[in-house]
């Protein structure tokens, strides 16, 4: 009896002793960010936004047609020099090119012919007036000289308009000006080129590039989903990283029959000058619904498993995997339906490496 009361008493001694280095085994903490990683990760805060719709349409930049003039030469003429070669930068009033004309003969000669008769008007008033003091002539005399003096103001005012018309500055040379700052954008002129009078064809094309114009093309089928004054972004092949910013301004009410499309216009400023008109372009457009969704960063979301997850950060300590389900992704936003509530913080920095840690 003695033997298993002496046994019972070590059972429950061991016993005794094992719970006690139970209790001093230190327990596992749960994940914890370090330093290092705190510092290396960003936080984004789940915000409710009304949900955007976008549609991705192609076109091409054009020059802006209100500052787009076209250069006719006012007389014909042999082609003296061509100061500009095409895409060459020019300011108003700048020389482009000259010309020699038998025409700016006539147009001097009225001139000087005009300039004669008035210093004859003047003459002529000033003898009526002088006769008229000594009485050798009458009172409609004078006004008669004054009436032929008014003429010959006028005439003088006309042939000066029209020499300045063209430009008329020395001999029977013309000169081609730029009308407005902007790029030469077309060329039909070369130098030792016979102009004629009657012609009717432009010699060249000045475009003003500091605000163009992103023509897109719009099909049948996608007319109600573009409005006027909705936000568009513009990228084109030469610059696709690079997004250009602006409106719809003007929707035109047309549908060309060779390509079923409609045509709309997004002005977008240009003052860097990388947007070359007839260059190819993508333009995204947007609209928000009535509705309102959850919106975090694209980047904070994590696809696996054909499940897609974030990470819910609240404090070091406090750090979750969730479940979301995604509504749509628009650019760099993600409207999530599910999963996710308004102003959770997530982790969209390196947060995969904290969901695997988290995972496994």
Known sequence: MKKYIIIALGVVSLASCSKKEEEKTPQPKGFELSNTMFKSISFAKAEKKYIVDDHNFYGKISADKNNYIDVYPLVGGNV?????????YVKKGQVLATIRSTELAEVQKDVSDAKTDLVVAQNNVRVAKEMYEGKLNTERDVLEAKSQLQKAQDQLHRANAVSTVYNVKRGNIYCVVAPINGYIVQKN??????????????????????????????????????????????????????IFYGKIDKIFKIIDPETN???????????????????????????SENNMAITIPSNAVIFDDNRNFVVVYKSRADIKVKEIKVLKQVGDITFVSEGLSEGEQVINNNQLLIYRSLKS
């Open 189 to 242: 002129i070369n130098k030792d080129m016979q102009l004629r009078t009657d012609r009717s064809d432009n010699i060249f094309d000045v475009a003003n590039t500091t605000n163009v114009w992103a023509i897109m093309n719009v099909n049948e089928s996608d007319i109600d989903k573009i409005s006027l004054g909705m936000k568009a972004e513009v990228s084109t092949l030469s610059y696709p990283d690079k």
């Open 80 to 88: 003296l020099s061509v100061n500009v070669e095409l895409g060459d």
């Open 261 to 287: 499309a409609m045509q709309a216009r997004v002005v977008l400023d240009n003052t860097s000058g990388l947007l070359i008109p007839d260059s190819k372009a993508t333009i995204k457009v947007s609209h």
